[in-house]
């Protein structure tokens, strides 16, 4: 552990700059890292930073190249190549992400308003107790699927939006489908073998810290599940929010 906490401190640094930058090279946007460099448009929407990846270009990037460990790629930015190594570090700069936290807060949150699994209580200490789970569950799975599984099966680990040019419907189901289809590195369509094994590693290790109501074959199916529709629900958010924001401004 000490080891580990020494490495993510030298890390760190580097993330947290990376953190309001903008899981897939499959849109009509997907670009090589070896593609012709892109005009640069200087709007944070126009080049795809959108609230949950905001960020400004980099001094050391080309016009339109998006940062390395962007979470989500514009259909007008481009990608850079990231290695095995790059994934890894990928995977621990999710977890400093503003809305990494976020998103515990409202799991916790939500199973403490309807009693949910994990079943801990409805007093403090046990919202404590399912925010902790919510954290060690994420955490645990961003590792799986953007750093270990993600280079064990050479898949690239970001989203790419498909972008406003296509029709709603094709984008709403694009979206949903990335928890289950993936580009390799290579650029061939795979199976989306990291985030169904990445799921699985972190849901089987909710063995370890649930309480007995919520652990057996039952409820760790149910708990897979459920994990599936989270993802597909976030990638619609990362979809369709530059779109939403855009919408609010003109109303204004």
Not at 26 to 39: C, I, K
Not at 74 to 103: C, E, H, I, W, Y
Not at 211 to 217: C, L, S
């Amino acid at each position: 552990m000490a080891s580990f906490a020494q490495s993510l401190t030298s890390v760190t640094p580097l993330l947290l700059a990376d953190r309001f930058e903008p899981a897939l090279p499959d849109s009509p946007g997907y670009l090589r890292s070896t593609a012709p460099e892109l005009v640069h448009e200087s709007s944070s929407l126009a080049t795809g930073d959108a609230p949950f990846d905001a960020g400004e270009q980099g001094p050391n990037l080309a016009p339109g190249e998006a940062r390395k460990y962007a979470r989500t790629i514009q259909p007008n930015q481009q990608a850079q190549t990231l290695t095995a190594k790059d994934k890894m570090v990928f995977s621990v700069a999710n977890l400093v992400r503003p809305t990494a936290p976020a998103g515990w807060l409202f799991s916790a949150g939500w199973t403490h308003l309807t009693d949910g699994t994990p079943h801990y209580g409805t007093d403090s200490a046990g919202f404590g107790e399912r925010l902790g789970a919510a954290a060690l569950k994420q955490s645990s799975q961003s590792v799986l699927i953007f750093g270990v599984f993600a280079s064990v099966f050479h898949e690239d680990p970001r989203y790419y939006v498909m972008g406003n040019n296509q029709p709603f419907k094709k984008r709403l189901i694009y979206a949903a489908s990335r928890v289950l289809l993936t580009k390799t590195d290579t650029g061939s369509e795979s199976v989306n073998w990291a985030q169904i094994s990445g799921i699985a590693g972190s849901t089987a290790l909710t063995q370890l810290y649930y309480p007995d109501r919520d652990t057996g074959w039952e409820r760790t199916v149910r708990s897979f599940g459920t994990s599936f529709l989270t993802g597909a629900a976030s990638n619609e958010a990362r979809e369709f929010f530059a779109d939403a924001i855009r919408m609010i401004r003109r109303k204004k």
